[in-house]
């Protein structure tokens, strides 16, 4: 038997390699690529992700899995080579079961429906994009009956993005927080006329916004020298090796906070791929080790450290240097609350800390029910404006400003939406954990010093990168098994402080 590892192993090199580059390619398309490249573009990316297919669903590979499987059954399970062994049959079966004729179908009605959809939301027009809705929809089902799963349906769904999850832990943990936020989102509503002059409601110049995103990104640990920030229409962070791992932001002379706050956040997913061992490059174990648990890091950088009061006693004197003229006159405290408004708003990507996860929840619960057929696609419009006046007391004039607003659905990406309230759910834990272990953080912070908080994430987090499935992980982090509370607790803590609402805290249902 001896032997079979180093097969496997050389046979995951390919393919995570190649999956390497279609990270670059991919970056390169949304960052560098003329308009005109699309359509070769495309057919490269496919070529890629082609042959990594067949090479991980080859008879070859299922021989070296298996034999490999023996090699390390008396290893301990949380040793490197058994981890990449288990993280090879993840990989194995979820491609392995799918028909490849229905992934190529699944891939052409996408590439429609994205078209669709653009059009669709442009013209404020769902009925226009019901058709391909529906044809994503039912593709999709297919792929996860072929995958199969343990109790719903929507279980092969999350297990894309947060593997071993189920939809029914969603439901409990979404259940548990939902009251105490729309509670809490409705006293912030109730509480009185939001700020009257707003110190980011002004124009700052680009050039100058750029040299302050990169000091951000820079305070927060992220390594120029294995990486670099670009412009895209949309911020992302994208990996190809933990010695290449690359931003981007984007900017608007009136909307400073939006390119600072990306910027963090992108470096929040940036440090946890350049903390990832650079020994597992190019293997399964590479990178974040699901989508909640990426999204985490960057929340937490973004919106405990970068949102606080101790991170910007630091920094704010510098903006201050950098726009004598725009924050003439304003306090770091003006400042903090300015970063830290609550208002209902139509549109997810827009949203605070507050009311963000009211909008992942409402998704959730639409596509946990189209998903079971309790719910016809045709119906999502009428759903989705009755929940949003329930959580958050607004309700969306027109489909573009409701459920047109994001392309998941287009791009068959369901089971995704719940990952963005896990990881802040999970950021808040974690936070709590950090309080507990590092009790100077804030006085750190106040000093620009993150050096103690990072070697902390790197120590319980980033060096594990994908080795273990994210509830082994959070378990080993926290000490505990992922749970809502924390992220209540803070939330009730830092916005009742900052709206008056006096200590008493939601009930916590
Ligand atoms: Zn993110």
Redesign the pocket.
């Known amino acids: 038997m001896a032997g079979s590892l180093e097969r496997l192993k050389e046979r995951t090199t390919l393919i995570w390699n190649l999956r390497g580059c279609g990270s670059l390619l991919g970056w390169d398309q949304l960052v560098k690529m003329p308009p005109g490249g699309a359509e070769a573009r495309a057919g490269q990316k496919a070529a890629l992700s082609r042959v990594a297919h067949e090479a991980l669903i080859s008879p070859d590979f299922l021989r070296d899995l298996e034999a490999a499987e023996q090699e390390v059954a008396e290893l301990p399970a949380d040793s490197d080579d058994a981890c990449l062994v288990r993280a090879s049959r993840r990989a194995y079966d979820r491609s392995a079961r799918v028909p490849g004729r229905l992934v190529a179908e699944l891939a052409s009605t996408t590439a429609r429906a994205y078209e669709a959809w653009v059009e669709a939301r442009h013209r404020s027009d769902f009925p226009f994009f019901l058709p391909h809705f529906k044809k994503v929809l039912a593709l999709s089902r297919e792929v996860v009956e072929h995958r199969g799963y343990p109790e719903h349906p929507y279980d092969a769904f999350l297990d894309d993005y947060e593997p071993g999850i189920r939809a029914s832990q969603v439901r409990t943990l979404f259940g548990g927080l939902k009251p105490g936020l729309v509670e809490l989102a409705r006293k912030v509503r109730e509480s009185g006329p939001e700020l009257s002059h707003n110190p980011l409601d002004q124009s700052f110049p680009v050039d100058l916004q750029r040299q302050f995103a990169a000091r951000l990104a820079r305070s927060v640990g992220y390594d120029f020298t294995r990486g670099r920030m670009d412009v895209s229409e949309h911020p992302?962070?994208s990996a190809s090796s933990s010695r290449d791992v690359r931003i981007t932001t984007r900017y608007s002379e009136d909307n400073m906070v939006s390119a600072l706050f990306g910027a963090i956040?992108?470096s929040?997913?940036a440090v946890y791929e350049q903390g990832s061992p650079s020994g597992f490059d190019g293997t399964p174990l590479k990178g974040g080790c699901s989508l909640g648990f990426?999204?985490s890091q960057?929340?937490l950088w973004e919106n405990y450290v970068g949102r606080s009061r101790a991170y910007w006693k630091f920094h704010y004197p510098a903006l201050v240097a950098l726009f004598p003229i725009q924050l003439q006159g304003y306090s770091l405290d003006d400042f903090y609350r300015a970063i830290n408004q609550v208002r209902p708003t139509l549109i997810r990507v827009e949203a605070d800390e507050v009311t963000y996860s009211l909008h992942v929840m409402l998704r959730f619960e639409i596509e946990y029910h189209m998903v079971d057929g309790t719910l016809a696609p045709e119906d999502v419009p009428h759903e989705w404006n009755q929940r949003m006046e329930e959580y958050l007391g607004v309700r969306p004039p027109d489909d573009a400003q409701g459920c047109l607003q994001d392309v998941h659905w287009s791009e068959a990406l369901i089971g995704y939406f719940p990952t963005?309230c896990l990881?802040t759910m999970l950021a808040a834990q974690i936070w709590e954990t950090v309080r507990e272990g590092i009790p100077g953080v804030d006085e750190q912070l106040s000093r620009g010093d993150t050096s103690v908080l990072l070697g902390w994430l790197q120590d319980r987090i980033y060096r594990h990168a994908s080795k273990f499935l994210p509830d082994e992980l959070v378990e080993r982090c926290t000490g505990k098994p992922l749970h809502y509370r924390a992220f209540l607790t803070y939330l009730e803590d830092k916005y009742g402080d900052l709206y008056g609402l006096g200590r008493q805290r939601v009930a916590h249902v």
Do not use: L, P, Q
């Open positions: 992302f962070c956040h992108e929040g997913h990426h999204e960057s929340r963005y990881g």
